[in-house]
């Protein structure tokens, strides 16, 4: 495994970190979620992540249980807030209150003492961002948070932030959180480099596009049984990316793969990793084999050729819009 520094800070995290979105939080998933996270140490995987609102709760206890036969100082976990955690009209959002309420309540569930780093999973336009970020810094004072971060935030909200966190002389924010994959690729506009004049460093989410870029799903056919792709409880966004021109380009990038010896989710998690913004990609894994088979990715280098061979196979779907 490879580390790279989270943004400014000084705190290692492995190129390749686990989540737990849709993978981990029923009984059912408790086996998975601790062979993947024993795979993921295995493999030198140090970084963890979840959310409160992952199955409203559920998420972080099976990661917390997953994780609890290891040493604390071992591993970097982190978790968010933001999404309904229920009816009330204070529970969700950035406000204050919600955002001390839910850290307590991710700390409970996790089984943990303090959280590594702590998202806000979206930005919030009903509260300032002042009292977020106050908030934010107040935890880190109290030992419960180490380093505050925000996921999906736009550049102008990191920018914005950053000014704010100056001129309040509170902790700079760490890290964003943005999806990013071949087919998502908005924070190369912008993103990438106002995060790196603020000092944050991404972490970006669903880096194989929820498994399309595995090349599993082939076009023409049925997604393959046990997949995310055929579980109607879970499929509603990876259905958008099965059609066949998506799945031609993937073929194509598969048969790319394969010529340099590598798979395609390497070559995926390659690609992402090489841009020096990207602190760590996080994948999910149903299965140990894939946390083995993806953590290899961190030994890819890719070629200025093929990294110029990957943009022309892309061509053709460059403006295929994913739901979100
Ligand atoms: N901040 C946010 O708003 C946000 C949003 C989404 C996700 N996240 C975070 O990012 C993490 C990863 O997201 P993601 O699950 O969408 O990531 P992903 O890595 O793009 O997709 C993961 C899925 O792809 C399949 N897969 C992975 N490796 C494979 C391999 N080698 N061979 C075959 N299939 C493989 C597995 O699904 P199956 O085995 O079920 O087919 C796995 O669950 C989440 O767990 C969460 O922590 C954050």
Known sequence: MKYRRLGNTGLKVSEIGLGSWLTYGTAAEQKAAEACVAAAFEC????????????????????????????????????????????????????????????????RRLGTDYIDVYFCHRFDTE????????????????????YAAVSEWSAAQIANAGGISRRLNLRPLASNQPIYNMFERYIEQEVLEVSRQEGLGQVVFSPLAQGILTGKYKP????????????????????????????DVVAQLNGLAGSLGLKLSQLALAWVL????????????????????????VDAVLSPSTLEAIEEILRPVADFAPAR
């Open 44 to 107: 030198g995987i140090n970084f963890f992540d979840t959310a409160n609102a992952y199955n409203r709760g559920e998420g972080e206890k099976a990661l917390g249980a997953a994780l609890s036969s290891y040493n604390r100082s071992d591993y970097v976990l982190s978790t968010k807030v933001f999404f309904p955690m229920g009816d009330g009209v204070n529970d969700r959002g950035l406000s204050r209150k919600h955002i001390m309420e839910q850290c307590e309540a991710s700390l």
């Open 127 to 146: 509260t300032p961002v002042e009292e977020t970020l106050r908030a934010l810094d107040d935890l880190t004072s109290q030992g419960k948070i180490l």
């Open 220 to 247: 023409g056919q049925q997604p393959p049984a046990g997949t995310r792709g055929a579980d109607d409880s879970v499929n509603g966004v990876i259905r958008s990316y099965l059609r066949d021109d998506v799945l």
């Open 274 to 297: 090489r841009q020096p913004n990207v602190s760590s990609a996080l994948i999910g894994a149903t299965k140990p084999e894939q946390v083995a088979e993806n953590a290899k990715a």
